[in-house]
């Protein structure tokens, strides 16, 4: 009697013993992409800012979408920008960004960045919004079909925000192309390669 009733229990035990797998930790699965991208926690601004440049090393558009605002991103384009393409950002919200980013990265391009003039000094992050000044990035896009090399050099003001736990950019504002440090020659903004994709 005293068997019959201890059968289930021993059972049990049994049981949990041999499947263990499914308490087990596993790892996390890669991005649907088939690309794993080991991006910073978006714990600061600059976290933040630096994940987009892994994004763009990696083609990983994920990793872009992460890292732009959840709620209301804005993108302002710089003047040139806005003359080579009426009428194409107005408008430009969350929807808009990541349909260019998805469009870009699947136009078969190889990207170099950075993000950040070596020298740019990093504001601390306060408060639940930070505004970074005069941020100038450079950003160099080779067709893989024809070998042709764009580069994308700006400045630009992006504001960060915080929601929830995390931070992210809320606005980019570009305002005006920058010189090649080495040829002197004045480069387009991101500006106009959201506006060649957008347009298309």
């Given at each position: 009697m005293l068997l019959k009733r201890r059968f289930p229990l021993v059972w049990l035990v049994v049981l949990l013993s041999t499947a263990?797998?499914?308490?087990?930790?596993r790892e996390a699965a890669?991005?649907?992409?088939?690309?794993?991208?080991?991006?910073?926690?978006?714990?600061?601004?600059?976290?933040?800012w630096a994940n987009l440049e892994k994004s763009l090393?990696?083609?990983?558009?994920p990793g872009w979408e992460?890292?732009?605002?959840?709620?209301?991103?804005?993108?302002?384009?710089?003047?040139?920008?806005?003359?080579?393409?009426?009428?194409?950002?107005?408008?430009?919200?969350?929807?808009?960004?990541?349909?260019?980013?998805?469009?870009?990265?699947?136009s078969d391009v190889t990207i170099t960045a950075q993000m950040v003039d070596d020298d740019f000094v990093i504001p601390p992050d306060t408060g639940t919004e930070i505004e970074w000044e005069n941020v100038i990035y450079d950003v160099t896009v080779t067709s893989?079909?024809?070998?042709?090399?764009?580069?994308?050099?700006?400045?630009?003001?992006?504001t960060f925000r915080l929601e929830g736990n995390f931070w992210y950019i809320y606005q980019w504002r570009d305002q005006q192309g920058e010189s090649d440090p080495t040829t002197g020659q004045l480069l387009p903004t991101m500006g106009v390669l959201r506006g060649t994709f957008a347009s298309k």
């Open positions: 263990g797998c499914f308490f087990e930790p890669a991005p649907a992409t088939g690309t794993s991208v080991p991006y910073f926690d978006k714990i600061s601004s600059a976290n933040v090393a990696a083609t990983h558009a992460d890292n732009i605002s959840q709620n209301a991103f804005i993108y302002i384009p710089d003047t040139d920008a806005e003359t080579q393409f009426p009428g194409v950002f107005v408008g430009w919200d969350r929807a808009r960004e990541v349909a260019f980013i998805n469009n870009f990265y699947n893989n079909a024809d070998n042709s090399v764009t580069r994308y050099r700006g400045s630009a003001i992006i």
